[in-house]
């Protein structure tokens, strides 16, 4: 019989999802990129409590106001309030970036589990995804907007097209290397369906890089969404959404700069606190690079 000593048997079980917790929170990365990501999400969930105005409502009376009590930000060039409208596009720019990221991570990981496992379907499912990496973002996104109504929908769909090849080559690389492991081999020794193989024994191998790629998926979700309504070609104008808002007030930037820097400060923050998040994730993930901090 083992004895523990005091110091030990005060400390009880450890729990490894605590500890990685932990681990988690003394990077500086996660700290700031979370404090970020969470006041952006408060603010875009209390987006009905924050905004003062309704932020669609056209008013030409009181078009270009500088800042008031009223309008803290200001009005646009169609008598809009500019400060709802910016807690507003949080809104929107967070229901694509995390719609993108959640679709793309869904099919990626049922298709890239499948890709692995059975080589036969390797070679004929990478060259399609590789033929679907070949295409810019942009000109896919142009395309299907142009094909179809702009819609949220449309948007969503035409980003995650191309997000799906990377998501499957992760899951596949993350497969590969799991399937050679004994108890991997040892489950199909014994019969295990592989259905269940693939959901209980290789599945959560892929969930802390998942993570990771997550959150670069959805800060160039956002990006891209913002230059496609900038271009004309993203949400449909009457959303309020940051790229439509540079893209409205580009014309009297000169003059009212606070119209594009605003919105764009917003974004900016936005793109800067998921990076940071996946940063410190993944040093808090990647066992490598955890060793060596």
Known sequence: MTLLSPAQ?????????????AQALRNPSVLIGGFIVAAIVIMA????????????????????????????????LF????????????????????????CAIVFGVAIGLVT?????????VMRVMDGLMAIPTFLLAIAL??????????????????????????????????????????????GTP????????????????????GTYVCAQAILVEAALSFLGTGLP???????????????????MPRLVFLPSLFLALTVLGINLLGDGLRDTLDPRIAKRM
């Open 9 to 21: 048997a005060d400390e009880g079980p450890r729990n490894p999802f605590l500890g990685l917790a």
């Open 45 to 76: 969930a209390a987006a009905p409590l924050l905004g003062t105005v309704d932020p669609v409502r056209i008013n030409p009376a009181i078009r270009l106001k500088p800042p008031s009590d009223l309008f803290w930000f200001g009005t646009d």
């Open 79 to 102: 008598g809009r309030d500019i400060y709802s409208r910016v807690v507003y596009g949080a809104r929107s720019s967070l229901m694509v970036g995390v719609s993108v990221a959640a």
């Open 116 to 124: 692995g496992y059975f080589r036969r379907l390797d070679v004929v």
């Open 145 to 190: 907007v142009s094909l179809t109504r702009a819609s949220v929908g449309t948007v969503v769909a035409a980003l995650t097209i191309p997000e799906i090849p990377r998501v499957v080559r992760l899951v596949r690389s993350v497969v590969l290397t799991v399937r050679e492991e004994a108890y991997v081999e040892a489950a199909i020794s014994v």
């Open 194 to 213: 592989t259905p269940l193989i693939l959901l209980r024994h290789i599945l959560p191998s892929t969930i802390a890089p998942l993570l990771v790629l």
């Open 237 to 255: 104008p009457e959303i309020p959404s940051w790229g439509n808002m540079i893209s409205e007030g580009r014309t009297f930037f000169q003059v």
